[in-house]
Structure formats: C-alpha cells, structure tokens
T-cell receptor, first 110, second 110 residues
Framework: EDQVTQSPEALRLQEGESSSLNCSYT??????LFWYRQDPGKGPEFLFT???AGEEKEKERLKATLTKKESFLHITAPKPEDSATYLC???????????FGPGTRLSVLP | DTAVSQTPKYLVTQMGNDKSIKCEQN?????MYWYKQDSKKFLKIMFS???????INETVPNRFSPKSPDKAHLNLHINSLELGDSAVYFC?????????FGPGTRLTVL
C-alpha cells in the first residue's frame, strides 16, 4: 500500500533559524513528489514538484530535494510568515493516486 | 479572480439529510478532484474526474457521488449523512499534476 510519512509532526523555530522537514514515501513507482503549504482555514497551496532522485527546486527561502526514498524541504533563515503546515504528497506511477502525508506544522517565532 | 471556488464554506446539517457541495474552476484544467480532510488534518483523495470521466474512485461509501455537468464544475452529493462525515472537503483541479485547491467546505453533521 502506498504510504507517505512526515517528520517532525510539529517544529518551532526562531526567526532566522534554518531547519529541514522530512517526507518519506513508499509508492509503487514514483511519478512525482509534491510539496504544499497550508495555512489555517485555507486550502493547500502548491509549492514544488520533484520528479527524479537528485532533483532540487528552490523558491525564496525554501528548497526541496528528492532521493529514492525521501524528500526534504529545507527552510533557510525562516520568517514568521513561513509559519504554516507543510504537506508532501506522492503520485504513483499510474499517475492516478495522490497520497498525502500528515503534514509538519511549522511555527516561526519572531 | 478566484481560481477554484466552493460553496458553501460552512454546512451544518442533521444526520440522515442529503446535501451537496459545489465546486467551480476557471483555470481551464482538465482534471478535478475531491478530498476529505479529517480532524487529524489527513488529506485523502475521494474522487477525480478527467473530461467528465471518473478515473479514481477511492473506497468511499456510495452515499457520496460526484457529478460533473461540465469541465469547469465538479459537485459532490452526499446522501444519508452520518456523524463520521463531519470534515473539511476540498475541491482541486489540475492540468498536469500540480493541483490548485479551493478554500474548503467545513461540513458538520449533528
């Protein structure tokens, strides 16, 4: 069965304190790995897609990387506005089944 | 302009009732989805429609039925509502794999 796990469940950082979020996946052939940001009371907002091991994508203070078993979302010098829940999702090789992880709730304190 | 919209935003109803949630996207995307996010914030795919054809149907009760009058709309009908149906329901659309989510409908069954 396809599965996605994320760690840690929650993370508190001081402003400027860099860290990484982990997403581990078990899918029958990975077609794509996706990162989303979700603010309270809102729908998830797309951040990145990664398709193959070794691939990296960057956007402002965020960088996503992918290996054959996991993905990392690196946050460099975070700001309070980066506080949100970060979700990762895996798409299987059939291209039909998106499996989301439980998310990491990030709080960045000023 | 709102890319993916849902109505209503909140829905409170009694057990046993039948209700519908509407979703519209103005992005011209070919595929639309319905997700359920439970109290633990797990996002689980329920249905997806591609050009009016159901291509994923996860093991959801047949009380749930998606209906797509055209490519821009995917409505969710729920019959005989149960307490366990209480959750936030998200509609999403995509052209390739990156999904754009609506703001969600919080359903409360009393």
């Amino acid at each position: 069965e396809d599965q996605v796990t994320q760690s840690p469940e929650a993370l508190r950082l001081q402003e400027g304190e860099s860290s990484s979020l982990n997403c581990s996946y078990t899918v029958s052939g990975l077609r794509g790995l996706f990162w989303y940001r979700q603010d309270p009371g809102k729908g998830p907002e797309f951040l990145f897609t990664l398709y193959s091991a070794g691939e990296e994508k960057e956007k402002e203070r965020l960088k996503a990387t992918l290996t054959k078993k996991e993905s990392f979302l690196h946050i460099t010098a975070p700001k309070p506005e980066d506080s949100a829940t970060y979700l990762c999702a895996a798409l299987d090789n059939y291209g039909q089944n998106f499996v989301f992880g439980p998310g990491t709730r990030l709080s960045v304190l000023p | 302009d709102t890319a993916v919209s849902q109505t209503p935003k909140y829905l409170v109803t009694q057990m046993g009732n039948d209700k519908s949630i509407k979703c519209e996207q103005n992005l011209g995307h070919d595929t639309m989805y319905w997700y359920k996010q439970d109290s633990k914030k797990f996002l689980k795919i329920m249905f997806s429609y591609n050009n009016k054809e159901l291509i994923i149907n996860e093991t959801v009760p047949n009380r749930f039925s998606p209906k797509s009058p055209d490519k821009a709309h995917l409505n969710l009908h729920i019959n005989s509502l149960e307490l366990g149906d209480s959750a936030v329901y998200f509609c999403a659309s995509s052209q390739v794999h990156e999904q754009f989510f609506g703001p969600g409908t919080r359903l409360t069954v009393l």
